[in-house]
């Protein structure tokens, strides 16, 4: 594990574009997944699992494969 894995990591201009964009695909899958999935517990797993995936793809703009920070 890097030695910054638990620090605060700000993101670079480019990489704040990056999240935007992927934050904005996460939210547009996370209706269509609202709106079509009928209720109940296995809705209510898929879409909080959706947003651990989304927190996790800005830790990956971030972050190279080691855990360094993606300068």
């Known amino acids: 594990m890097h030695a910054s894995t ?3 990591l700000k993101p670079t201009d480019e ?4 999240m935007r964009v992927v934050r904005e ?5 996370a209706d269509l997944l609202e709106k079509n999935l009928p209720d109940g517990p296995d809705k209510t797993w898929v879409i909080r699992n959706h947003r651990t995936t989304a927190m996790w793809a800005n830790v990956a703009i971030t ?6 920070p993606r300068i």
């Open 6 to 8: 638990f620090e605060y």
């Open 15 to 18: 990489q704040i574009e990056q």
């Open 63 to 68: 972050r190279q494969p080691d855990g360094s």
């Open 25 to 29: 695909a996460a939210r547009f899958f």
